[in-house]
């Protein structure tokens, strides 16, 4: 079935240092969406990217989608205690009327001050 | 704060009860959406309604079964469940159109244990 794999699973920096977290599909995505899950949370949105090789940015954080829509990132400059939490990247497959979000496995990032 | 409320935060039953999940947005999407959240494992889509209508089962035992009274609120009714069904179960909600950029907006979920 389609599948969105994400890694690393975890990832330990020190405050200050930048983090990124990868995103592959197996196939062809509409569009492919971020969300971060703070510990004992749910997921909020972060951003969606919907063009082939779009770059956005939210101050700290760049995001990037994929010239063939496979795959995407999510870099973090200077990462700092209240990033920590764990990054998902979801794909959105179109059919009929409704699309549905498949999440890649998420990225817990944890930030040592 | 969510602008999707789900009630229980947390419920604790046993194999051969009978209980219900509760789902409600008012932000007047169309779609909504049940995924459940397991410890290691990426958030599993269950099931998918739009506008009331069910839209996708991904392969969820009839143990769980969906109902969408109206486009604000969506239930899941449990029987008999397995303790490998305990789990974060989260209900979302998304704007209809799939080029909005406001992406789902989770609840806070249920945090369920079978025992």
């Known amino acids: 079935g389609q599948q969105v794999m994400q890694i690393p699973q975890y990832q330990h920096v020190q405050e200050g240092e930048d983090f990124t977290t990868y995103c592959n599909s197996s196939?062809?995505?509409?569009?492919i969406q971020w969300y971060k899950q703070r510990p004992g949370g749910h997921p909020v949105f972060l951003i969606q990217?919907?063009?082939?090789?779009e770059v956005k940015k939210q101050k700290r954080l760049t995001f990037q989608f994929g010239e063939a829509k496979k795959n995407s990132s999510l870099h973090i400059t200077a990462t700092q205690t209240t990033d920590v939490g764990t990054y998902f990247c979801?794909?959105?497959?179109?059919?009929?009327?409704?699309?549905?979000?498949?999440f890649g496995q998420g990225t817990t990032l944890q930030v040592k001050p | 704060d969510t602008e999707v409320t789900q009630t229980p935060k947390h419920l604790v039953m046993g194999m051969t009860n009978k209980k219900s999940l509760k789902c409600e947005q008012h932000?007047?999407?169309?779609?909504m959406y049940w995924y459940k959240q397991s410890a290691k494992k990426p958030l599993e889509l269950m099931f998918v309604?739009?506008?009331?209508?069910?839209?996708e089962n991904n392969s969820v035992p009839s143990r769980f079964s969906p109902e969408c009274p109206n486009s604000s609120l969506l239930n899941l009714h449990l029987h008999a469940l397995q303790p490998e069904d305990s789990a974060l179960y989260l209900c979302?909600?998304?704007?209809?159109?799939?080029?909005?950029?406001?992406?789902?907006?989770f609840g806070s979920g249920t945090r369920l244990t079978v025992v």
């Open positions: 979302a909600s998304s704007h209809p159109d799939t080029r909005s950029n406001y992406g789902y907006t």
């Open positions: 990217l919907v063009k082939s090789g």
């Open positions: 196939t062809t995505l509409s569009n």
């Open positions: 932000m007047g999407h169309r779609a």
């Open positions: 309604y739009n506008f009331k209508e069910q839209t």
């Open positions: 979801a794909g959105l497959l179109l059919g009929g009327n409704t699309g549905k979000l498949i």
